[in-house]
């Protein structure tokens, strides 16, 4: 298995502009979950999914964040409008039920 | 009473010598307790996992011990290698709930 892929593995965009980023979990992996980190916050759940259903959205920063799961292969977090605070590096991780996580390699996003 | 805490911030060991992160916490419902290894660049690693039957596991030089009563799990790496100089996560969650609770990290650097 190729693990959980993540892209674009980096993002700068301008203040303003949508950004959308990818994620393919692990197959029969049935949990989904998107990670910020920053120096200042560490690692925050934004989301998670179970079985292609959102859970839990709490960590969801505010309106401007979303996040889909069409189907147990593909994820979106789509930041629109990006700020310069949302700078950080985002990971896609998944799990299967019991078990570890894994994580992919990130997407460093840079809002200038 | 859903935190880890986790120390040191950041922790310097000689080659060879035995590095020891701790991490305690509150919610006695926690019932897995896994450490993350992250690399720069990279995402967290699952490195090794406990669950409170047992008051000790080992992974090679890696090793968790866990105190049920003092509510702490700490973990040891025996032999340190410059390798090993990454950070390190604590985290723990309870039952089917598959949200990790994260310990704030603990940047290891093994002196050659």
């Known amino acids: 298995d190729a693990g959980v892929i993540q892209s674009p593995r980096h993002e700068v965009t301008e203040m303003g502009q949508e950004v959308t980023l990818r994620c393919k979990p692990i197959?029969?992996?049935?949990?989904l979950f998107w990670y910020r980190q920053t120096m200042m916050r560490g690692l925050e759940l934004l989301i998670y999914?179970?079985?292609?259903?959102?859970?839990?959205d709490s960590g969801m920063p505010e309106d401007r964040f979303s996040a889909k799961m069409p189907n147990a292969s593909f994820s979106t977090l789509k930041i629109q409008p990006s700020e310069p605070r949302d700078s950080a590096v985002y990971f896609c991780?998944?799990?299967?039920?019991?078990?570890?996580?894994?994580f992919g390699s990130g997407t460093r996003l840079t809002v200038v | 009473q859903q935190q880890v805490k986790q120390s040191p911030q950041s922790l310097i060991v000689q080659k060879g010598g035995i590095s020891i992160i701790n991490c305690a916490y509150e919610?006695?419902?926690?019932?897995?307790f896994p450490w993350y290894q992250q690399f720069p660049g990279k995402g967290p690693a699952l490195l090794i996992a406990?669950?409170?039957d047992v008051s000790e596991k080992k992974e090679g030089r890696f090793t968790i011990s866990f105190n049920k009563s003092a509510k702490q799990f700490s973990l040891h790496i025996m032999d340190s290698q410059p390798g090993d100089s990454a950070t390190y996560f604590c985290a723990a969650s309870m039952g089917s709930n598959y949200q990790l609770i994260w310990g704030a990290g603990t940047k290891l650097i093994i002196k050659p």
């Open positions: 991780a998944s799990s299967p039920s019991r078990g570890g996580y894994t």
């Open positions: 999914f179970n079985n292609n259903v959102p859970i839990d």
């Open positions: 919610n006695t419902a926690f019932d897995y």
């Open positions: 197959s029969g992996h049935d949990y």
């Open positions: 406990i669950r409170p």
